[in-house]
């Protein structure tokens, strides 16, 4: 039924297995088919240095990700996504026509791959681009490595108050410095320098979903009961 | 060269035995005369097709003249269906079957649906088992036949044909087996199992492909599907394959040795304890002498069956598999769904089928190649992955 490159590729898959610190990670496929991929890439200079999948699946459908990922690797991610499983199935030699949908599965698979690492490339560059401002929440630069040492350093509040915990991503930096009066400019230069350093440890963060001052009448923590001043005195005794 | 590999896939067809080639080709070569021709030749071949017929009645403890000769089991089951639904038109339009018949039975009665008869499919247990009780509550008055088959071929669970027939005996319907997966294996009596019809095969007995037979009990109705020359005395047209209908008998004479029956139990019974030895793997239908004796089917969590069947054939191993990739359909099988199997047991089951061909060492064989190919595929899934167990 199979070719021989066919069985080739499914003896002996090249590409099977994980890659841990993947860039992208991408799946596709239902268990009532049959047929379930996940595609792990590596990206270096805007090209598939590595990829790697797992499959629960058939006999062409291991075959034709592991040939899809040798093709697919060293290939830009514009090259890449452009793949069709015509192209797997001209490297598989022939597949059988009603197995065809395991080759597309792949192509879906590494197409959700490289849109997973886009989506995290945007927003680690976002961050450098866009540094940390008054603006930002408190959540998405806790995100930042080491920021909670220096949100800690400067007197930060509410890191420890679980009312605060629960609206993270409504409190912004300089909504807290001003009601607190801390020094929001060296805070900010500070973890802005972090943001830099730490740019890969990071997930993708920031400002898009952060609407400033809107959110905050209907806000929880300490800073919905009475006013600043009071609240202000409550904290510092 | 022939294949040297371990075949495992007797379910679907057996290597035709090398003393029945010989009987066969006799027929071929030297009785090569047409049943209906008057002269020696042809007189010599009618004699071969009633000793046939003899032999194969006896085999199911039916007279002589209630067997005729059909290209298969899937012709003896459409004529059936068909030919009884047509026949029977006037006592009603109800059929009732199985939710676990081959699919040219279930393919038949989609079939016959279209033409204004109704059918009621019956569920089963766990282990594939028809509730005796259900089928008596699903039998009307308009019920014609009730079509139920004897040992399934997925899971090789054999169904009590006695309590059934005597079912239906009551009720007044005709019943109707399928037994070309239990032929030669389980007893087959079509008096005390009060049969009405019974499809039998000859290529999973080690006969040759293109053969079989239907049990039609005397004086029951049904049109026939060929209309021709009024051969098997007007059930079915055109000249008899006597090579093949020659070839069938000496397989079923053969296969009937109960030593056959006893050693496939004994290597199935081996080869189920070494496989269920493996983690995360479950036998599907019933144990003991309510399963076929050479059938194992298994599921193994977390990998696909089709799958495991490539990595055995690569080692020269055949099986088979119910997952929804090996069916034209991509869905799984039906029968394991039946029986309550969830898409991933399904999908992960593998079916193995042996015959008096097969010997220990084959068994040895393959148990030592099973569980490595499981650990290379667990390793590669998906599975285990997305819910983080480790097998």
């Known amino acids: ?237 | 060269m022939g294949f040297d590999g371990i075949y495992l896939d007797n379910g679907a067809t057996t290597k035709v035995d090398p003393q029945i080639i010989e009987v066969m080709n006799k027929y071929h070569l030297e009785e090569y005369g047409n049943a209906s021709s008057v002269h020696m030749l042809g007189s010599n071949a009618k004699m071969a097709l009633e000793k046939a017929r003899r032999a194969i009645a006896k085999s199911i403890n039916a007279n002589e003249g209630e067997v005729i000769f059909t290209s298969g089991g899937t012709e003896s089951n459409n004529f059936t269906l068909k030919g009884v639904a047509f026949a029977n038109k006037e006592y009603g339009n109800h059929i009732v079957t199985t939710r676990i018949e081959h699919s040219c039975i279930l393919e038949t009665c989609k079939w016959l649906e279209t033409q204004g008869f109704k059918i009621t499919y019956l569920g089963v247990d766990a282990e594939g088992f028809v509730d005796p009780k259900e089928l008596e509550n699903a039998i009307t008055n308009k019920t014609i036949v009730v079509s139920i088959i004897h040992a399934n071929n997925e899971v090789g669970t054999i169904q009590n044909l006695k309590e059934l027939g005597e079912i239906c005996e009551r009720k007044k319907v005709y019943f109707h087996t399928d037994a070309c997966q239990s032929y030669t294996k389980v007893e087959l009596d079509v008096k005390k199992q009060k049969l009405t019809f019974v499809s039998l095969n000859s290529h999973k007995i080690h006969g040759p492909k293109g053969v079989g037979a239907l049990y039609i009990r005397e004086g029951s109705k049904i049109t026939p599907l060929m209309h021709g020359g009024g051969h098997e005395r007007g059930f079915r047209a055109g000249t008899e394959n006597i090579p093949g209908i020659a070839g069938f008998a000496e397989a079923a004479r053969l296969a009937m040795d109960k030593r056959h029956v006893e050693q496939m139990s004994k290597l199935r019974d081996k080869l189920i304890e070494g496989v269920l030895k493996i983690e995360g793997v479950r036998l599907n239908g019933p144990t003991g002498e309510k399963r076929l004796c050479n059938n194992a089917n298994f599921s193994f969590k977390g990998i696909e069956g089709e799958a495991i069947g490539g990595y055995l054939d690569a080692k020269g191993i055949c099986s088979s598999t119910g997952s929804a990739c090996s069916s034209r359909k991509l869905e799984p099988s039906h029968v394991l769904k039946t029986m309550g199997l969830s898409d991933e047991e399904a999908n992960g089951s593998l079916r193995m089928t042996l015959s008096r061909f097969t010997t220990e060492k084959h068994i040895d064989q393959t148990l030592e190649a099973l569980p490595d190919i499981v650990k290379k595929l667990r390793k590669i899934s998906t599975i285990g992955k997305v819910i983080g167990r480790v097998f």
């Open chain 1, 1 to 237: 039924m199979y070719s021989k490159k066919v069985m080739a590729h499914f003896k002996n898959p090249k590409f099977a297995g994980e890659i841990k610190d993947a860039d992208g990670i991408g799946e596709e496929g239902n268990i009532r088919c049959g047929d379930e991929m996940r595609i792990f890439i590596k990206v270096k200079n805007d090209r598939i240095d590595k990829i790697k999948f797992l499959t629960y699946g058939c006999v062409s459908a291991i075959a034709a990700t592991d040939a899809l990922c040798q093709i697919a690797k060293g290939k830009t991610l514009e090259e890449a996504e452009g793949l069709a499983y015509t192209d797997i199935i001209s490297e598989l030699k022939e597949l059988p026509p009603i197995k065809h949908h395991c080759s597309i599965m792949g192509t879906k698979a590494l197409k959700r791959a490289i849109e997973d690492y886009r989506k995290k490339d945007k927003g680690e560059n976002k961050m450098i681009k866009n540094k940390i401002t008054a603006e930002s929440t408190v959540e998405s630069v806790l995100k930042i490595e080491g920021a909670d040492q220096v949100l800690v350093k400067y007197s930060f509040p509410c890191l420890h108050c679980p009312m605060a915990a629960m609206e993270m991503d409504k409190l912004t930096i300089g909504y807290v410095c001003n009601a607190y009066n801390l020094n929001l400019e060296g805070l900010l230069k500070e973890l802005n320098s972090l943001s830099r350093d730490n740019k890969k440890s990071s997930r993708p963060i920031l400002n898009q979903r952060d609407k400033p001052n809107k959110h905050k009448s209907e806000l929880l923590s300490c800073f919905s009961i009475g006013k600043k001043k009071s609240v202000k005195k409550e904290v510092k005794r």
